[in-house]
């Protein structure tokens, strides 16, 4: 018998893979359309003067006809450069086919990232703030990863 035994076990082993290609093909939306995310807003709160904590809100489209169930949403958040957050949330909710849904995030800032921003903004308290939120969202097996990758500034001293 040679490395890979009979025939029948290797026509059986091809007939397996065969079958998961098949059923990996089939079983994919063909039709499938990329959710859009957009940032809607991102707030910061100084809490008890050390704690930088923000408020973020997503506003998620689904162009297509079947609705979609996150599984969970990794993201990070940059101001002036730095890496300030890094968080998860599974709690997202379901987007209706064709509808749009609201995902809120609040994430406390690390706090010796967040020491040295909050150094930065006393400085200078009434300047904007550059951010930069990344985020992935895990759609399921079925359905490919969607990546975020938005800008912006938050406006301080208003």
């Given at each position: 018998?040679?490395?890979?035994?009979?025939?029948?076990?290797?026509?059986?082993?091809?007939?397996?893979?065969?079958?998961?290609v098949?059923?990996?093909?089939?079983?994919?939306?063909?039709?499938?359309?990329?959710?859009?995310?957009?940032?809607?807003?991102?707030?910061l709160?100084?809490v008890?003067?050390?704690?930088?904590?923000?408020?973020?809100?997503?506003?998620?489209?689904?162009?297509?006809?079947?609705?979609?169930?996150?599984?969970?949403?990794?993201?990070?958040?940059?101001?002036?450069?730095?890496?300030?957050?890094?968080?998860?949330?599974?709690?997202?909710p379901?987007?209706?086919?064709?509808?749009?849904?609201?995902?809120?995030?609040?994430?406390?800032?690390d706090?010796?990232?967040?020491?040295?921003?909050?150094?930065?903004?006393?400085?200078?308290?009434?300047?904007?703030?550059?951010?930069?939120?990344?985020?992935?969202?895990?759609?399921?097996?079925?359905?490919?990863?969607?990546?975020?990758?938005?800008?912006?500034?938050?406006?301080?001293?208003?």
């Amino acid at each position: 018998m040679n490395g890979w035994g009979s025939s029948k076990v290797r026509n059986g082993l091809a007939a397996i893979v065969a079958a998961m290609v098949l059923f990996g093909c089939v079983s994919l939306p063909s039709d499938f359309k990329q959710p859009q995310v957009t940032v809607r807003s991102v707030a910061l709160r100084v809490v008890n003067g050390l704690s930088l904590d923000f408020d973020i809100v997503l506003n998620v489209t689904n162009p297509n006809r079947k609705a979609l169930s996150a599984r969970g949403l990794t993201y990070t958040v940059r101001l002036l450069g730095r890496q300030v957050i890094e968080g998860v949330t599974n709690d997202i909710p379901t987007i209706a086919a064709y509808g749009e849904a609201e995902v809120n995030l609040s994430a406390t800032a690390d706090l010796v990232t967040g020491l040295g921003l909050l150094n930065d903004l006393l400085t200078r308290p009434s300047e904007p703030l550059d951010y930069e939120f990344n985020a992935e969202i895990d759609l399921g097996a079925l359905y490919p990863t969607v990546k975020v990758q938005r800008s912006g500034i938050i406006a301080l001293g208003e």
